[in-house]
Every structure is written in C-alpha cells, then in structure tokens.
C-alpha cells in the first residue's frame, strides 16, 4: 500500500474485555515496530517485529499485551483483559529492514483505544 | 538511563517568522542519533530531521535546521518562514545502536502558527 495503515481507527471497549489491533506496514517492509502514545506524552516503544519473529519485546508492560505478525506482514496488537489505563493512541511503523539506526520509519495514523 | 525532555508544552509564531522548539537529553553514550517529529492532528508522525552525535555538523532540511549542542545535550529545532502548515505537535527522539530498536521520544511541544 501506500503507507501504513491501521484499523480500526478508534475502538472503544468496556474494562475486562480483549481487544485487537491491526496494523497493514508498507508493502516490502521487513521491520515493523509498535508504540504506546498516552495523552500528553510521546510514544513508547512496545515491539519490535523483524520478519515474522519479535526480535525485541521489552517495552510490552505486562504479559496482558501480546503481538503478533504471522506471515511477516500484517501483524496485530492484543490486549487481554483490558484496563483503563491501557487507554491511548498505539502507532504503529514500519521500515524498509531495520537494520539501521537511521532508517526512517514510516507511521501510520494508530489507533485510539478507549477503556470504559 | 536515557531520557528526553522539552521543556516547551506550547509555541506560538507568527506566520513567517522563525520559531525554536526546545530539547535537551540525557545519556552516558557516546554514539546515538537525534530526530525531530511532526505530528499533524491526523496523528501520522513524519521524520522531520534527523543528527548523527558524531556529526558536528547542524543538519538542515529546508526551512528546518538544528542547533545540536553534544557537550550540553540539546538538541534545539528551528523553523524558519513558519508556514500555517507548521501547526502540529513536535517531538524530539533520541536512538542508539546499543538500545536495540527503541526510540525515546520526549513529552512533545504543541506549535501554534498565527496568520
């Protein structure tokens, strides 16, 4: 596609309750990260998925959060048993390899959960 | 630990006028890169610029440039000619090559251009 895409664009859910999250990178590209972005602050690093493995999950907050990318494309943010303060914007981005510092990263417009 | 502060939650600037958002980052690493962010209300970040530490060297792009100071650890934005276009959130970043893939992102500073 022509840039990354996220869906849905906004979803709101009652606490408890599992959510998923999609992210479409752009066609071609092997690095795909995820970010948390709480109002009033910048993102947080989640994720990071080089090909289908996660070659670095460390900022994932709790083992509530899970992610995924199968066949090394699309990959998907779960939540599990979802709390308010998991209320944010989560971006995600993609590059070309990621094997370089400096290689852009392209976001895409994320998604706004809010936890009832 | 690294961490990323802008001191500036808001700007304003006139149309036209020169504008500088503020940055300033601590760390122990001696090799990392620098990037400032323009986030739009449609909430997709673009790379507005970006400083290798070891350049010393201000990056320019256009009507943005950088102040990069190593020594004080900041890393100030410019924006010269500001345009209506400019309004959005800026974020300052900070990577390294021993961090793994992570990008340390500060709070943001909100820019409002004026007509």
């Known amino acids: 596609g022509a840039g990354v895409s996220q869906t849905p664009s906004n979803k709101v859910t009652e606490k408890g309750k599992y959510v998923e999250l999609r992210c479409d990178p752009i066609?071609?590209?092997?690095?795909l990260y995820w970010y948390r972005q709480s109002l009033g602050q910048g993102p947080e690093f989640l994720i990071y998925f080089q090909g289908t493995g996660a070659a670095d999950d460390s900022g994932l907050p709790n083992d509530r959060f899970f992610a995924v990318r199968p066949e090394g494309s699309v990959s998907t943010l779960k939540i599990q048993r979802t709390e308010r303060g998991d209320s944010a914007v989560y971006l995600c981005?993609?590059?070309?390899?990621?094997?370089?510092?400096?290689?852009?990263?392209?976001f895409g417009p994320g998604t706004r959960l809010l936890v009832l | 630990a690294q961490t990323v502060t802008q001191s500036q939650p808001e700007m304003s600037v006139q149309e036209a006028e020169t504008v500088t958002l503020s940055c300033t980052y601590d760390?122990?690493?001696?090799?990392?890169?620098l990037f400032w962010y323009k986030q739009p209300p449609s909430r997709q970040m673009i790379l507005v610029i970006r400083q290798e530490a070891y350049k010393q060297q201000n990056a320019t792009e256009n009507r943005f440039s950088v102040n990069f100071q190593k020594a004080a650890k900041s890393f100030s934005l410019k924006i010269s000619d500001s345009q209506l276009g400019d309004a959005a959130m800026y974020f300052c970043?900070?990577?390294?090559?021993?961090?793994?893939?992570?990008?340390?992102f500060g709070a943001g500073t909100r820019l409002f251009v004026k007509a």
């Open positions: 760390t122990s690493e001696s090799d990392y890169y």
């Open positions: 066609s071609g590209h092997t690095a």
């Open positions: 981005a993609s590059s070309l390899t990621g094997g370089g510092v400096l290689e852009t990263q392209y």
């Open positions: 970043a900070y990577r390294t090559n021993t961090g793994g893939f992570k990008t340390i």
